[in-house]
Each structure stands twice: as structure tokens, then as C-alpha cells.
């Protein structure tokens, strides 16, 4: 089992700036090829892509936060982190961390809330 913890988050204006954080409680081992990532889910609508990393550091970053946000992972520390640049109304949402390990396991984070005001 692996918990992911997550932190940060909170309320900005628009055009602000915030950072999301996830820490994933197993081994290194275990976590070595997995992919971590952040997904996003507003009010009202389905869970949604937001960025993955992989073990290696690829990324898929969706299209509506491209150059605005920033995935970046610590293999040591086991932890994956967001950073949120000129933030809009639209990415208010509770932003949830995910974790697939190579296996297919699938494991997601509490949820923490950002809000952007306009």
C-alpha cells in the first residue's frame, strides 16, 4: 500500500502563483519506475490530466496549463511537485496526486483545494 500525502495548495489571484507538493510513503524500490502525476477536479465536472512525470522525467503536461505549470519529481525524497504560474479563474479546482506503479496499481492523494480569484 502507499500513501501519497499532499500540501500546499490555497487561494491566489489570478495571475499568481502557488505550489502543490505529494510525498509518496513507500520505499524507493517500489517507486522507481512508477509515474507520478496531478490531476484536477472542479466542481461539477470529471477529473482531468494535469501533468505526470515519469521515474526517467518525461512529462505529459495537458494543454490548457502548457507553459504555465511545471512538474518536477525527487526520486530520493519520493516526491512530486507542481508549480503553478499565472494562474486563472479556470484552474480553480481540488488538485489530486496520483501514482501508477509499473505494476498497474493505481494509488490517489486526499485532494487539496486551489482557488483562483478573479
Known amino acids: 500500500q502507499v500513501q501519497l500525502v499532499e500540501s500546499g495548495g490555497g487561494l491566489v489571484q489570478a495571475g499568481g502563483s502557488l505550489s502543490v507538493a505529494c510525498s509518496a510513503s513507500?520505499?524507493?524500490?517500489?517507486?522507481?519506475?512508477?509515474?507520478m502525476g496531478w490531476y484536477r477536479q472542479a466542481p461539477g465536472k470529471q477529473r482531468e490530466l494535469v501533468a505526470t512525470?515519469?521515474?526517467?522525467?518525461?512529462?505529459n503536461v495537458a494543454d490548457s496549463v502548457n507553459g504555465r505549470f511545471a512538474i518536477s519529481r525527487d526520486n530520493v525524497k519520493n516526491m512530486v511537485s507542481l508549480q503553478m504560474n499565472n494562474l486563472k479563474p479556470e484552474d480553480t479546482a481540488v488538485y489530486y496526486c496520483?501514482?501508477?506503479?509499473?505494476?498497474?496499481?493505481?494509488?490517489w492523494g486526499q485532494g487539496t483545494q486551489v482557488t483562483v480569484s478573479s
Open positions: 513507500r520505499s524507493i524500490f517500489i517507486l522507481r519506475l512508477s509515474t
Open positions: 512525470i515519469t521515474s526517467r522525467g518525461s512529462t
Open positions: 496520483n501514482l501508477k506503479t509499473a505494476g498497474g496499481l493505481e494509488y
